[in-house]
């Protein structure tokens, strides 16, 4: 994985694992409108983080493992299409399956194909 392609490849699921993190990470600020005490806020504020803390903990795995990681980070996208599906019209669940889910699948994708290029480089090795 020499080349210019190569390197934009490697790095591009990885950049955008963790500008998605941080996107999803933004929803949990709403904690500090709802006129909380201390404690309640932090507690508050923790669950709100707990999907960025596992898609963190999966980032890490995709990072040095990219076919693994690919294959765990197509988990939660696919249980909060079904979660949405389940409790909002279609059409807003689509509108914010797009949203929400689009990168991570895209992501998972961009993992998967740089496990099996790592695997094929070996064996060609």
Same mark, same amino acid.
């Given at each position: 994985?020499?080349?210019?392609i190569?390197?934009?490849?490697?790095?591009?699921?990885?950049? %955008?694992g963790i500008i998605a993190i941080l996107f999803i990470s933004?929803?949990?600020?709403? !904690?500090?409108?709802?006129? *909380?005490?201390? #404690?309640?806020?932090?507690?508050? %504020?923790?669950m709100h983080l707990i999907p960025s803390?596992?898609?963190?903990?999966?980032? !890490?795995?995709a990072?040095? *493992?990219?076919? #693994?990681?690919g294959m765990l980070f197509f988990i939660p996208p696919i249980v909060y299409v079904i979660i949405t599906s389940l409790r909002v019209p279609w059409y807003l669940a689509l509108s914010w399956s797009v949203i929400i889910s689009g990168p991570f699948f895209i992501i998972a994708i961009l993992f998967i194909i740089i496990g099996f290029k790592k695997r094929k480089a070996k064996s060609n090795a």
């Open positions: 994985m020499n080349t210019k190569s390197k934009t490849l490697y790095w591009t699921p990885r950049i %955008l933004m929803f949990a600020f709403d !904690v500090f409108e709802n006129g *909380y005490s201390f #404690i309640e806020t932090i507690i508050a %504020l923790f803390f596992m898609l963190t903990i999966i980032l !890490v795995i990072w040095k *493992y990219e076919l #693994i990681g």
